[in-house]
Structures are given as structure tokens and as C-alpha cells.
């Protein structure tokens, strides 16, 4: 079964530092990585995208991707109280038949205290 | 551009009624799938739709059934309803294309609830 693991939290993390969220997934063959942040009682928006080893930022949000280790990690900088959320991390295991369907990890809480 | 909307927003329903959920994707998307999000859980996928073909069903039962329409609108029915369908049922469209990331867009959400 292919799985995503994320630590359900929450973390605790004061304004202005750095929240770092961690995912890892089993399937190996996976492509195509996500992460959504989601407000409670609201659906998930898409934050970032990565499909290639290494590090891709956009403004405050960095992920990372290590293909090799199975691991996905976004780095939220400067942290804001608007970042209090939940995390979901996302996977397109590789299914070969060309269905783009996403798996999702439990999703990791984020509180940014003032 | 349009984003992708649901409706509708909320619902109550009794065990063993039906149920339509809509959605429309996304400007210049052709792709939809749809999602079962229970309560501290994350989405879990129940299908998706390509050019109005079923493309690709996670671990749901056949009483989940969907539709999608020349202009890649969507349905997603579900028959004989259980209180464990009690849910936020999410419609993500897309537009894949080979070799580029399939980022998922989703809508507001329908919140089921199953009495």
C-alpha cells in the first residue's frame, strides 16, 4: 500500500521563526510532490510543487526533495500567525496507467504563536 | 479565470437516501477528481475523470459512481448512504500534460453530513 507519513503535531513555533514540516512516502517510484496548506473548515490550497531533487522557494515557502531518501520537507520562513494551519503533504505515486491521482499524509498542524 | 466551484456547500441526509454532488473545473482544465476528507484525517481519492471517462478509482465501494460532461463538469453520486459517508467531499481539477508536474486545484468542498 502506498503510503505518505507526516508527524500530526501540532507544532508550536514563535512568530518570526522557521517552521520546518516533514513528510516521507514508500512509493519509490513517485514523481511529483506537493504541499497544501489547509485552514480549518476550509479546503486545501496548493502551496508548492516539487519533482526534482533539491530545493525550490517561492517568497517565504522553501521544499525540499531528497528522491533517495523518500522524504519531502517545506521550510516556512519568517513564520506569521496567518501561517496557523494544517500541512498536507502530497504524493503522485507512479501508477503507470496515467491516472494523476494524489496521496495524502494526515497533515502536520501549524501553530505560529505571537 | 474562473476557479473550480461545488455545490452545494452543505447537506444533510439520512442512512440509505442518494446523494449528487457537482463541480466545475477549473478554466481550461479537462481533468477532475474527487476526494473523501474525513474528520483529522487527509483526502483520500475516490476517482478521477478524464474527457468524460473514469480514470483511475481508489478503495471505494461501487456505490460511489461519477459522471463528467462535455464541458468537464462533474458528478459524484453516492447510493444507500452510511453514516461513515459523513464527510467534506472535495472536487480538484487539472490539466496533465506529459512530463509536467499535475498540480490539483480544489474547490470550497461539499460538507456531508449522514444522519
Known amino acids: 500500500q502506498k503510503e505518505v507519513e507526516q508527524n500530526s503535531g501540532p507544532l508550536s513555533v514563535p512568530e518570526g521563526a522557521i517552521a520546518s514540516l516533514n513528510c516521507t512516502y514508500s512509493?519509490?517510484?513517485?514523481?511529483?510532490f506537493f504541499w497544501y496548506r489547509q485552514y480549518s473548515g476550509k479546503s486545501p490550497e496548493l502551496i508548492m510543487s516539487?519533482?526534482?531533487?533539491g530545493d525550490k522557494e517561492d517568497g517565504r515557502f522553501t521544499a525540499q526533495l531528497n528522491k533517495a531518501s523518500q522524504y519531502v520537507s517545506l521550510l516556512i520562513r519568517d513564520s506569521q500567525p496567518s501561517d496557523s494551519a494544517t500541512y498536507l503533504c502530497?504524493?503522485?505515486?507512479?501508477?503507470?496507467?496515467?491516472?494523476?491521482?494524489?496521496?495524502f499524509g494526515k497533515g502536520t498542524k501549524l501553530s505560529v504563536i505571537p | 479565470e474562473t476557479g473550480v466551484t461545488q455545490s452545494p456547500t452543505h447537506l444533510i441526509k439520512t442512512r440509505g437516501q442518494q446523494v449528487t454532488l457537482r463541480c466545475s473545473s477549473q478554466?481550461?482544465?479537462?481533468?477532475v477528481s474527487w476526494y473523501q476528507q474525513a474528520l483529522g484525517q487527509g483526502p483520500q481519492f475516490i476517482f478521477q475523470?478524464?474527457?468524460?471517462?473514469?480514470?483511475g478509482r481508489g478503495n471505494f465501494p461501487p456505490r460511489f459512481s461519477g459522471l463528467q460532461f462535455p464541458n468537464y463538469s462533474s458528478e459524484l453520486n453516492v447510493n444507500a448512504l452510511e453514516l461513515d459517508d459523513s464527510a467534506l467531499y472535495l472536487c480538484?481539477?487539472?490539466?496533465?500534460?506529459?512530463?509536467?508536474?499535475?498540480?490539483?486545484?480544489f474547490g470550497p468542498g461539499t460538507r456531508l453530513t449522514v444522519l
Open positions: 480538484a481539477s487539472s490539466s496533465p500534460s506529459p512530463g509536467v508536474v499535475n498540480e490539483q486545484f
Open positions: 512509493d519509490r517510484g513517485s514523481q511529483s
Open positions: 516539487i519533482y526534482s531533487n
Open positions: 502530497a504524493v503522485i505515486p507512479y501508477s503507470g496507467a496515467g491516472s494523476y491521482q494524489l496521496t
Open positions: 478554466s481550461g482544465h479537462n481533468t
Open positions: 475523470y478524464y474527457r468524460e471517462e473514469e480514470n
